[in-house]
């Protein structure tokens, strides 16, 4: 999480406007919506449906230990009719191989499952088999063998161009977290330019607001109601006054950019309809929420609409039935965290919704753009297909994490593809667009949270924020300035997420209260309770940790384990000038009891630098 004092608010704009000025809706980089636009095939009509359907299998059984045999009887054999004669046989065939079996019950089909009383390995299981087979009365005999879930391939006819799902370079490895969750029961709430309609997002859609009071943004000609369609957010040069410099904003015309329904599709398009595109959480439900239209929106409406979507009350409005579990922003604004807007960011979070926000696409330090630069929220850089950081992506020692936003400069084949509608002035037909920026980038970390919340209910948006962290993996490519974490990676991620369960394999133990580090040769600690998990700790237990300090080589960092046995994870080291240390490390924890109070402590053995503890996660 953020760390910040408190400053004065500005006001948001939603749209994306030139260089320089706010900047809510951060699809296209500023200047270049034209050739983005220009560079989507059929733009005018909806894409044909094209490409084979690709299905999956289950994954093969293990040739590990076998526990039980199936052993299917001929017709006119009494073991086929009597579960008594089924047991005698079993005893006796099981002396006949030196082992002790047993009938357990009788299978729907008829045959018999026989319990080999002990996991046999493949030569002794082989043996027993052997003396069933050679009975005239046995059909067959075979192992009870394991077999685990997997997903098939989409056959979506356009899945084969959403490269930031599955490639291994710059891909977030979605397809391998789909074992474990879909994002059936969660809710999203999108903060967007609202939806329209398309047939590949409508069953997942839910719903929601317009939370637009100005009805000349709004282009409805009401005010605030139950109806979040996108009206379109199309402008003419000019139309939203000047900047500081007496520039028209926008610098060109701009067409409709249906920008909430692209991100809307990222997180939650339907998948295996044998159409369009696949989404990340394509079982979880999408809340349209209507903050920006003509011009962009106001700090206002976005804190209503976020005090509204995760479940707050907000006064003439009727109580959302749907409260969401994750909230996606892809909208923001040079200038400072309003306070508004971080007191509705606090409530959301305090209800128990993950919120996540676009870093920003103006190639500059994230700092300086809200809601970016608040607290409590998952900010995300943008990479490219190369997995370097995308060129117009912010950056920044308040990135959290960095996820593909596709760089369509270089074609339509490296932008990210989602749900839009042809239309330029008004609503068209539906269609696909590839789009780049940030605000792509967002809705990926959104639906990986989706997934975790299916996965894991009781997971905080603290442990959500640590755990996608703490399972990012090293950008292939470059990133000057800092992208945070890295590049997210869906699978990993839920395998640390555990699933369900009181006690899942590789649970994750956040504690992401901020601690200032003194100047000072002062050590200080952040605790961390680990409870229900008995015996000691694993020999591979990881240590994330998340610290921005501005000269990580004054720092030493130390795991303190519930007995007082301490473990060095960082030295300080002169010649280490770069920033923060925003890692994972693995250490042998086995000497002290799992369960305890854990502590990270830190110390600036110089003077001249400060920082603090961001965030730090135990994964048992």
Known sequence: ???????????????????????????????????????????????????????????????????????????????????????????????????????????????????????????????????????????????????????????????????????????????????????????????????????????????????????????????????????????????????????????????????????????????????????????????????????????????????????????GVPANPHPADVINMSLGGAGVCNPGTQNAINGAVGRGTTVVVAAGNSNMNATGFQPANCDNVITVAASDREGNRAAYSNYGNIVDVTAPGGETALGSATGIWSTVNAGLRNTGNETYAAYQGTSMAAPHIAGLAALMNQASPSMTPAQIESAIKANARTLPGTCSGGCGAGLADAARTLGASGGTGSQPAGTVFTNAANVNIPDTNTPITSSLAVTGISGNAPTALKVAVDIKHTYRGDLRIELVAPNGGTTQLKTPSSGDSAADVITTFTVNGSGAAAGGTWKLRVTDVYSGDTGYIDSWSLTF
């Open 1 to 315: 999480m953020h760390h910040r004092s408190a400053v004065p608010a500005r006001k948001i704009f939603g749209t994306a406007l030139a260089a320089g000025l706010a900047a809510a809706v951060l699809a296209i980089v500023p200047g270049t919506a034209g050739a983005v636009e220009g560079s989507v095939p059929g733009a005018g009509a909806p894409l044909p449906a094209s490409g084979a359907s690709q299905t999956g299998a289950a994954a093969p059984a293990t040739d590990g230990p076998v526990e039980r045999l199936i052993v299917g009887y001929t017709s006119g054999a009494t073991e086929a009719r009597s579960d008594d004669a089924a047991a005698r046989d079993a005893e006796a065939k099981g002396k006949k191989a030196g082992e002790s079996l047993g009938f357990e019950r009788r299978l729907g089909t008829g045959a018999a499952l026989v319990d080999l009383g002990a996991e046999l390995g493949q030569k002794d299981a082989a043996d027993v088999m052997a003396a069933f087979r050679a009975d005239p009365d046995v059909a067959y005999a075979v192992p009870d063998r394991r077999v685990y879930a997997t997903a098939a391939a989409p056959n979506d006819t356009y899945y084969d161009r959403q490269w930031d799902l599955f490639e291994a370079v710059a891909g977030m490895n979605v397809p391998g977290a789909w074992d474990k969750a879909t994002g059936e029961g969660v809710k999203v709430a999108v903060i967007d330019t609202g939806y329209v309609a398309h047939s590949d997002l409508a069953a997942n859609v839910i719903t929601g607001y317009d939370f637009i009071t100005d009805t000349r943004m709004s282009r409805d000609g009401d005010g605030r109601d139950n109806n979040a369609a996108d009206n379109g957010d199309w402008m003419n040069r000019g139309d939203c006054g000047v900047d500081e410099l007496g520039r028209p904003v926008p610098d060109s015309d701009r067409n409709n950019s249906w920008h909430g329904t692209h991100v809307a599709g990222t997180i939650a398009a339907t998948t295996g309809n044998g159409r369009g595109v696949a989404g990340i959480a394509h079982d979880a439900t999408v809340q349209p929420v209507r903050v920006l239209g003509w011009c962009g929106g106001t700090d206002a409406d976005i804190i209503d609409a976020i005090t509204w979507a995760s479940g707050g009350p907000v006064q």
